[in-house]
């Protein structure tokens, strides 16, 4: 498993609409599961993801601004949770889950998030910008919900067409 990366799901599967379940105890499986998670984002290349995007139903995500570039940058988050946040600010968010996409989505400007780091240490910390808005992104994938979901409906109900029919042929 040490060079291993794993598969993305994407939109339309059922791991991803489910809403991920707390992590009691840091494990091996658990550590070994957040390293793969971040060489398959590095390897997307991507800066955020979340363990359901790997089928993995459990609250573990990782961020990495940098893409790899600065191992410092790396975050890797168990049961992240937004305790207070300010602002508004609308831009285009891409998803690994759901290639080809990039749609406008509100998102807070400031967060102050909570989470356990995968030592075991507790982190409690503000973030803004882009990396408030990747954590949002990954924490709704914690919660069963994707990019899709935070458009209108119509906007939601054209992309979810174009999808079946990318099913259909084959190339989703």
């Known amino acids: 498993m040490e060079n291993e990366t794993l598969k993305i799901c994407k939109y339309g599967d059922d791991v991803l609409k489910t809403k991920a379940g707390e992590i009691r105890d840091i494990t091996r499986q658990v550590a070994d599961l957040a390293a793969a998670m971040a060489r398959t984002m590095h390897q997307a290349p991507g800066i955020g993801l979340a363990a ?6 459990l609250r573990l995500v990782t961020v990495d601004l940098s893409v790899g570039e600065n191992p410092e940058e790396m975050l890797i988050l168990i049961n992240p949770r ?16 759901v290639p080809g996409y990039s749609l406008p989505i509100k998102r807070r400007l400031r967060i102050m998030l909570q989470a356990t780091r995968i030592d075991g240490s507790e982190l409690r910390a503000e973030f803004e910008g882009l990396k408030a808005r990747v954590l949002q992104h ?8 994707l990019i899709v979901d935070r458009v209108s409906t119509l906007k939601r109900t054209l992309i979810r067409k174009e999808i079946s029919h990318k099913i259909k042929s084959g190339q989703w």
């Open 82 to 97: 937004i305790v207070e946040s300010e602002g508004d600010e609308t831009s285009e968010e891409g998803c690994l889950s």
């Open 52 to 57: 359901p995007q790997v089928g993995e139903s």
């Open 138 to 145: 990954e924490i709704d994938h914690l919660n069963g919900m």
